[in-house]
C-alpha cells in the first residue's frame, strides 16, 4: 500500500511539527510514505469565497501529483474533505478524477483503515477535543450532535490508545469555532465572537490543551487566545498521536 | 471587506449582554429540539421521509395541487389563484370588500409577511390585527419578526411590559410574564371578538381531503376563525402534501424541530366554513414556480418554516435576525432571499461560516449549506463579488499554481514575523482585529523534506 502525504499550505507554512508527526506515525505504523513534492493547495480557500473556478486548476494539478497512490492521506479535515466532497463536480468534463475516492484525513485513515489499537506513546495530559465541522459532518470523524444515531468518536478512540492522556470535550460539543476560511476575515467580529465563546467552553473544562483533526480551526482559537492572553496550549490530534516517536 | 449583515452583526455584537442572552435563548430552544429528537428512536427515518414525500410532493405539484383546489371546492371552499404577491394582496382585498369586512384577525403568516399584506390593507383602511402574541407585540411596536417561529424571541419582558404600558394601559413597571399574557389575552378576545374576518396561514394543505392545517400554540388561529364569519387562508403552493399518512410524519418532525415540544398545542384542521360563513383558500406562487425549475435551489420548496436551521445557526445567533436584509434570516433565509433577488439580497450570503449544521437540524433535509456555497460562486458574474475576496483568490490562485513561487514564498514567510505590529495589525488586517497572527515556521515542512530533515 502506497501512501500520499498531503500537507496542505498552511499546515506546511505554519505548522510543519504536523506534517512531522503525521509522517512519522505512518512510518511507524509500517505504512509506506511519499510526500510528492509540487503539492500547494487543495484550493478550498477560494472556493469557499465563492471562486471555485480558480481552485480547478489545482484540483487537476493536485489529481496529476496524487492519483497514482493507493491513498492521499492529510492532517487537515476541512481539506480532505474539501477534495472528497467537491473534486468530482470541479473536475467534472475536464479531467479524472480519482482523489476523490482516496483521500483520506489522517484520524480516519488511522481508524478505519488501519485499524491502529496500539500506540507507543505517553501524554500525560488533559485534552479537550475541537470537533471541526468539516471532520464532524463531512466526513463523520464523530457523531453530530444534531443525529439521533450512535455516539461514537474516532479522535476520542484514537487519543484513547495513548497512555496517560485524559480527554474532555466542551459543552456545545461540536458547535462551529467561526473559522470557516474567508467568512473569518469577511464576518471578523461574529467570527471572534464565534471562537471566544468556543475557547471558553474548551478552558471550561480545565484542559491544558485544546486538541483536534483541524489546524485551521486550531490556528483561529489560537490567535484569539493569544490576543485575549488566555493560557492554553494547542495541539494536533496527529502529535499527540505520534508522541514518543 | 464586509457586507450589510457583517456590519449589522458587528453592531449588533457591540451591545454584549444583549448578544449572550439571543445566543443563550436560541441555543435553548436548539437543546430542547435534541432532547426531543433524541427521545425518538425514528427520527432520522422520519427526517428522510420527510424528505422524499416533499420531494414527491413538489416534483408532482400540478397534480397535487388540482386535488387540492379540487376537493377543497368539493367541500365549498372558494379556492383563487395568485401568481403573485399583488394579485394576492388584491385577492384578499377584494374578499373583504365584498363581505363588507373592516376589521381582520390574522394568525402568523410568514407568506403574508412576503407578500406584504398587512401595509396592503392597512393603506386600505382596514384594520389588522396580528393575534399571535410575539407577532402582535411587534405590531405594536412597529417593526417586523427577528424570527420566523418566535417572531419577538431578542425581546426581553421588560421591553414587553413597557409596550403593553404606552399601548394597552397595563401598569405601570409590571413585567411579569404571567400579567402581561393577561393584558395581552383580554386586549385580543375584544379584538377576535369584533373582527370581520379571520386570516391565517396554512402549514400543510392536504390534497386528499382539501384541509387546510394550522399549527399554533396559542390558539389564535382556532379564535381568529371560530368567531368572524370569514376565513381566508393565505397558503403558498408548496405546501400541498399527499395524504394524511404524509401529514403524520410532518405533524411529528414539526414542533419537535421548531421548539422542541412533542406537537404543537393546536393543530386544527379547517375542511369547510362554518354554517352560513364563508372559507376562501388562496394559493400562492410569487416566484415558486420558477424556484421548481432551478436545479440548484429547488430543494428550499421543501421548507417546513420551523426555523430549526436558524437555531443552530452559530451567525444567526451571534448577529440576530435583523442584521440579514432579508424577512426570513437565518441559513433558509439566506437561500430564499437569493431566490428572491440575487442582486437585492446578496449580503446575507456571507453570513454563514459553512459549518454545515442546519443541513443536519431540517427536518425536510435541505442542504441548506451547500446552497449558499453555491450562490456565492455565483456573486461574481452578477457583481454582488467582494473585490479583496476576489483579489486574495486571484493571488492565492497565482501563488499555488506555481510551486517554485510557493517554495519561495515559504522561505521569505517567516520575515512577516519580525514586521513590527503596528505595520503587521494595519486597518486591512481584518485577522488581526481579534487574533493574533499565526507565525510562519522558519522551516516549512517541505523545506525539511527536501533537506531530508523528515524522515
Known sequence: MQIGLFVPCYVDAVFPEVGVATYKLLKYLGVNVDYPMQQTCCGQPMANAGFEQKAVPLAAHFEDIFQGYDYVVAPSASCAAFVKLNYPRLLEGKHICQTSDKMMDVCEFLHDVLKVEKLPGVFPHKVSIHNSCHGVRELHLSSPSELNIPRFSKIRDLLSLVEGVSVVEPERVDECCGFGGMFSIEESEVSVQMGTEKLDSHIATGAEYITGPDSSCLMHLQGIARRQNKPIKFIHVVQILAAGL | MSTKHSKAASAFLSNKSRAQFLNQSIWYVREKRDNVAMQLVEWEELRELSSSIKRHTVTHLDTYLEQFASRAEANGVVVHWAKDANEHNKIVYDILQQHGAKKLVKSKSMLTEECHLNNYLINKGIDVVETDLGERILQLMQVAPSHIVMPAIHLK???????????????????????LTRVARLHLRNEFMTADAGLTGANFG????????????????????S????????????????????????????????????????????????????????????????????????????????????????????????????????????????????????????????????DNVCPAKINLSEQIYFWRQGLDAIHRADPMKKIISSGLKYLYGHPALYYMGLRYAPLINRLPRNILYNRLNAWGKGRELPTFARKSFSEMWKKGIVR
Open chain 2, 206 to 225: 392536504v390534497a386528499a381531503t382539501g384541509d387546510v392545517v394550522v399549527c399554533t400554540n396559542e390558539g389564535n388561529a382556532d379564535m381568529s376563525t
Open chain 2, 227 to 358: 368567531l368572524p364569519p370569514l376565513h381566508i387562508v393565505s397558503m403558498g403552493i408548496e405546501k400541498v402534501i399527499p395524504d394524511y399518512r404524509s401529514l403524520a410524519v410532518f405533524t411529528r418532525l414539526l414542533a419537535r424541530s421548531a421548539t422542541g415540544q412533542p406537537s404543537t398545542t393546536y393543530t386544527s384542521h379547517f375542511r369547510k366554513a362554518r354554517s352560513g360563513c364563508e372559507m376562501h383558500i388562496v394559493l400562492v406562487d410569487n416566484g415558486r414556480s420558477d424556484i421548481l425549475g432551478n436545479p440548484q435551489h429547488w430543494e428550499t420548496l421543501k421548507c417546513l418554516r420551523c426555523g430549526a436551521c436558524m437555531n443552530t445557526c452559530p451567525v444567526y445567533r451571534r448577529s440576530g435576525g435583523y442584521s440579514y436584509t432579508y424577512f426570513i434570516p437565518g441559513p433558509i433565509g439566506i437561500n430564499l432571499g437569493m431566490l428572491r433577488s440575487p442582486r437585492v439580497y446578496s449580503d446575507n450570503v456571507s453570513a454563514c461560516s459553512l459549518c454545515c449544521s442546519c
Open chain 2, 157 to 179: 419582558r421588560q421591553q414587553v411590559g413597557k409596550l403593553f404600558e404606552d399601548k394597552l394601559g397595563s401598569e405601570s413597571g409590571n413585567s411579569d410574564p404571567t400579567y
